[in-house]
């Protein structure tokens, strides 16, 4: 009898403190909310080691586990959210499916697709009353140049990656750095974005390379990397650039200079990843290996941090209205827990989350970035990528 007064008391305490959150929510209607979560299958060419596999439901899950927690709130709100997800095999029917479900009043999308696509879909959303998020793609040019009006980023940019890299290598003083990268267009793309984040923070590239080879690694790493990483000047750490990870964890311990390996290999810059622990991350690392069967990755936590903004964007403001949620998530007064020991906004110029970066290796957080003693006018956060004077998204620029 005593343990069951004591959980009607603590529920009681729950929620008499949801009702002084929110405290007409129980007096509206109830809410149904529908997000959409499109993936498009990507047909990637063999890698050249097959050490590592993504798990094909990632993104997803993550979502899941955010509608979830979502109706663990809206519950005592009236409000139930509910989650569709569609795999597509090319951009024509995902955007097919966008004005489908626009024109069936839907006005919610979690987008895990190829640049190409995600440009098509932001064009596609121009005047129209709808939010995209974009939970995959990092590439810079679309936080500065070529800005997505329409679309929100929980995908971090590249320039995020090199900064939060570059941060730490001032910070330890690792200043002479040996790049490698390789020959696909995003290994260039993270070259460059890790160039800029040399120069912004004062860093020396002593020597760039570029892995061309095309042998089996899981048989010569140890004879062919040695050679390769060879160079006039010394290094105090190699960067290496690439994301499909083809050949970047053979370099850590095969270096011809005992060194660091940082960037795509040895010490990663990610927004999660499963040592990260504190701040309740533990609890939600349960609840999603509960829920996958599996541990959650940066993709599903991307997908995650989507349906939470837009859920408490509905459990602050108590409508389903798509303008007002859209303008709320964007604005200054919004703030979103996610377990990373500050609240997270977005970038009202570039649609970009703020969001500390997580400097780990496979076993281990290393540090967070933005580091100790990085300033900054508005928030440090903004160290992390594109600030809004290194941006042109004109337009969203005179709306601040």
């Known amino acids: 009898m005593k343990t069951k007064l004591i959980t009607f008391y603590r529920e009681g305490l729950l ?23 499109y993936k498009q299958n990507v047909k990637r060419p063999p890698a050249l080691s097959n050490v590592l596999e993504a798990p094909q439901d990632s993104g997803a899950q993550g979502a899941r586990l955010g509608v979830d927690d979502s109706n663990s709130t809206g519950k005592f709100l009236k409000q139930r959210f509910n989650l569709d997800y569609i795999e597509f095999d090319d951009s024509s029917e995902v955007l097919e499916q966008l004005e489908r479900a626009y024109t069936n009043g839907e006005h919610l999308f979690v987008l895990d697709v190829p640049k190409v696509t995600l440009i098509a879909a932001d064009r596609w959303a121009h005047n129209k009353q709808v939010l995209l998020f974009n939970i995959s793609d990092s590439s810079d040019e679309l936080r500065s140049s070529q800005c997505l009006t329409s679309t929100l980023h929980t995908a971090p940019s590249n320039a995020m990656r090199s900064d939060a890299i570059a941060q730490w290598l001032l910070y330890r003083r690792f200043n002479k750095v040996l790049l490698v990268y390789g020959t696909k267009e995003e290994d260039r793309k993270l ?49 290496v ?116 970066m997580a400097l780990v290796q496979p076993n281990g957080l290393v540090s967070l970035s933005p580091q100790a003693g990085v300033l900054h006018p508005r928030t440090e956060l903004d160290t992390l990528g594109f600030d809004i004077e290194e941006s042109q998204c004109v337009s969203q620029k005179e709306q601040i």
Request: aromatic residues 14%; glycine residues 4%.
């Open 191 to 239: 070259s460059e974005s890790f160039r800029r984040s040399s120069k912004r923070f004062g860093l020396e590239i002593v020597d760039e390379k570029q892995w061309t080879f095309n042998s089996d690694l899981r048989r010569s790493a140890q004879q062919e990397i040695p050679l390769f990483t060879q160079t006039d000047r010394n290094y105090d750490v190699v960067y």
């Open 241 to 356: 650039a690439d994301p499909s990870k083809d050949f970047a964890e053979y370099f850590p311990f095969n270096t011809y200079i005992p060194r660091p390996v940082v960037g795509s290999a040895g010490l990663e810059a990610l927004t999660w990843h499963v040592v990260i622990e504190q701040w309740g991350a533990a609890q939600v690392q349960k609840r999603f290996r509960e829920l996958a069967q599996r541990s959650m990755n940066e993709l599903d936590f991307g997908g995650y941090l989507a349906v939470r903004s837009i859920a408490q964007a509905i459990h602050k403001k108590r409508t389903s209205s798509n303008k007002e949620i859209t303008n709320f998530i964007k604005s200054e007064q919004f703030e979103l827990a996610a377990y990373k020991g500050r609240k997270l906004s977005y970038r009202p110029w570039s649609g970009q989350l703020r969001i500390p």
């Open 15 to 37: 929620l008499l403190f949801l009702l002084a959150q929110f405290p007409l929510a129980l007096a509206d209607e109830a809410l149904n909310i529908n997000i959409n979560y």
